[in-house]
């Protein structure tokens, strides 16, 4: 059964960091592509980042690039989002997301069949 769970969300002031984490079980998280995606209230899940399996590749959404970094650990079956110079933009419910197949292309929630429950960011300026 495969399983994602997601950790690290909290609530934090401007400018300050998080790490979240994307911990997997019951696949083969080298042959994965694994996305970070964000929700705010009333709004659509949106692509916030991917990385193939075995780090090969990753990508950032222009909105937080330079801010985000995604990174995994294969050996933890892991993948993480490290969140700096937070703002109140980026508050959301953050989701980890896997795809069956290394493929950069994958930006929308509609490839991906594979979800955690989600973990909450909230930015108070």
């Known amino acids: 059964q495969i399983q994602l769970v997601e950790s690290g969300g909290g609530l934090v002031q401007v400018g300050e960091s998080l790490r979240l984490s994307c911990a997997t079980s019951g696949l083969v998280f080298g042959f994965y592509t694994m996305a970070w995606f964000r929700q705010a209230p009333g709004q659509d899940r949106t692509f916030v980042a991917l990385?193939?399996?075995?780090?090969?590749?990753?990508a950032i959404t222009d909105s937080v690039k330079g801010r985000f970094t995604i990174s995994s650990d294969n050996a933890r079956h892991t993948a993480y989002l490290q969140m700096n110079y937070l703002n109140p933009d980026d508050t959301a419910v953050y989701y980890c997301?896997?795809?069956?197949?290394?493929?950069?292309?994958?930006?929308?929630?509609?490839?991906?069949?594979?979800w955690g429950h989600g973990t909450q960011v909230t930015v108070s300026s």
């Open positions: 990385i193939t399996g075995r780090s090969n590749f990753s």
């Open positions: 997301a896997a795809h069956p197949r290394l493929d950069s292309t994958r930006r929308s929630s509609q490839d991906y069949a594979r």
